[in-house]
Nanobody, 122 residues
C-alpha cells in the first residue's frame, strides 16, 4: 500500500483558486489510480476527481467539471488538484485516495490521506 499526505488547503474567497497536493510514499505509486474526494459537514464523502495510473484518463464530478483539474507526477509520486472559480459549496475536507486498479467514483480505495480543509468564503 501507499501512504498519502495532503497539503495545500486553506481559506479562499469565492472565485479564487487553490492547488491541493497529495504526496505518496511507496515504490509502486505509478500502479495506482488516484482520486480526490471531499466531505462537507453533515454530508457523505463524495467523489471529486480521479486519474488513471499513467495519467492518460481523468474523471470529474459534474459539480466541478470545468473548474477543477486533476493531474499527477509519477516521478515525484504526487497527485494534484487545481481548483479554480471556487464556490462556497466547495467548502469541505478534501481527501486523497489510492486504488490499485482503475478509478471508481465510490469509496472503494485502498489508501486514504488524513484530509486537508478547504474553506471558501462568500
Amino acid at each position: 500500500q501507499v501512504q498519502l499526505v495532503e497539503s495545500g488547503g486553506g481559506l479562499v474567497q469565492a472565485g479564487g483558486s487553490l492547488r491541493l497536493s497529495c504526496a505518496a510514499s511507496g515504490r509502486t505509486f505509478s500502479s495506482y489510480a488516484m482520486a480526490w474526494f471531499r466531505q462537507a459537514p453533515g454530508k457523505e464523502r463524495e467523489f471529486v476527481a480521479g486519474i488513471s495510473s499513467r495519467g492518460s484518463s481523468t474523471y470529474y464530478a459534474d459539480s466541478v467539471k470545468g473548474r477543477f483539474t486533476i493531474s499527477r507526477d509519477n516521478a515525484k509520486k504526487t497527485v494534484f488538484l487545481q481548483m479554480n472559480s471556487l464556490k462556497p459549496e466547495d467548502t469541505a475536507v478534501y481527501y486523497c485516495a489510492a486504488r490499485r486498479s482503475w478509478v471508481v467514483p465510490t469509496a472503494e480505495y485502498d489508501s486514504w490521506g488524513q484530509g486537508t480543509q478547504v474553506t471558501v468564503s462568500s
